[in-house]
T-cell receptor
Framework: KNEVEQSPQNLTAQEGEFITINCSYS?????LHWLQQHPGGGIVSLFMLSSGKKKHGRLIATINIQEKHSSLHITASHPRDSAVYICAGHTGNQFYFGTGTSLTVIP | ETGVTQTPRHLVMGMTNKKSLKCEQHLGHNAMYWYKQSAKKPLELMFVYNFKEQTENNSVPSRFSPECPNSSHLFLHLHTLQPEDSALYLC???????????FGPGTRLTVT
C-alpha cells in the first residue's frame, strides 16, 4: 500500500465545474506538495503547505494534519486545467508520491 | 520558461551504451534532484544534492551515477542499463532542500 493515496484516479468534468481532488497519507510529514503534470511530462509545483489553506488564482489547497488529509480544489474549471495532479508528502530526506489524479475538463 | 533545462529531451540507448543526462538551473538554487517516472507508477526520488553534496540516494542501482560539479549543474551518468530503466527522468531544483521545487521538462529514455 502506498504511503500517499489519491482519489479519484481519473476525473472528467464539464467546463465551469468545481473540482476536488483528495490526498490521504499514512506517514508523518513535514509538508505536503501539490504538483501539476501536463501531457509531455512537464511538472509545475502548485502548492507546498504544512498547515491550513493556500489559494492561488482558481486553485485552493487545504491540509488537515490531524486527519492526514489534503484537498486540492479548482473553481470554475477550464479545459487548460486538464492535467495529472500529484500529491506528495515529505519528511526529512524522504519524499512520498501519490500515483496522481488524471483530470479532463470538457468544453 | 521554467528556469530548469534538461538535455537531451529524448534518448534511445542500447544496454551496453554509456550516456549522460544533463540538467542546468538558472534560478540560483542550492538543491537539485533527480526523479524517475515510469508508466503507471508514482514519481520516484533518486538522488538529492544540497550545496553540491549528495544527501540522499534512494537505493538506486549503481548503473545510475550522479554528478554535481556545481550548484547549477547536475548530471546522471548511465551505463549498462536494462529495458526496465526506460522512463521519464526529471530534474528539479529548489532554493533549499525540499522547498518548492522547479522541474525541468524531462528526458524520455528508452533502453533497447
Amino acid at each position: 500500500k502506498n504511503e500517499v493515496e489519491q482519489s479519484p484516479q481519473n476525473l472528467t468534468a464539464q467546463e465551469g465545474e468545481f473540482i476536488t481532488i483528495n490526498c490521504s497519507y499514512s506517514v508523518g510529514i513535514s509538508a505536503l506538495h501539490w504538483l501539476q503534470q501536463h501531457p509531455g511530462g512537464g511538472i509545475v509545483s502548485l502548492f507546498m503547505l504544512s498547515s491550513g489553506k493556500k489559494k492561488h488564482g482558481r486553485l485552493i489547497a487545504t491540509i488537515n494534519i490531524q486527519e492526514k488529509h489534503s484537498s486540492l480544489h479548482i473553481t470554475a474549471s477550464h479545459p487548460r486545467d486538464s492535467a495529472v495532479y500529484i500529491c506528495a508528502g515529505h519528511t526529512g530526506n524522504q519524499f512520498y508520491f501519490g500515483t496522481g489524479t488524471s483530470l479532463t475538463v470538457i468544453p | 520558461e521554467t528556469g530548469v533545462t534538461q538535455t537531451p529531451r529524448h534518448l534511445v540507448m542500447g544496454m551496453t551504451n554509456k550516456k549522460s543526462l544533463k540538467c542546468e538551473q538558472h534560478l540560483g538554487h542550492n538543491a537539485m534532484y533527480w526523479y524517475k517516472q515510469s508508466a503507471k507508477k508514482p514519481l520516484e526520488l533518486m538522488f538529492v544534492y544540497n550545496f553540491k553534496e549528495q544527501t540522499e540516494n534512494n537505493s538506486v542501482p549503481s548503473r545510475f551515477s550522479p554528478e554535481c560539479p556545481n550548484s547549477s549543474h547536475l548530471f546522471l551518468h548511465l551505463h549498462t542499463l536494462q529495458p526496465e530503466d526506460s522512463a521519464l527522468y526529471l530534474c528539479a531544483s529548489s532554493q533549499g532542500i525540499f522547498y518548492e521545487q522547479y522541474f525541468g521538462p524531462g528526458t524520455r529514455l528508452t533502453v533497447t
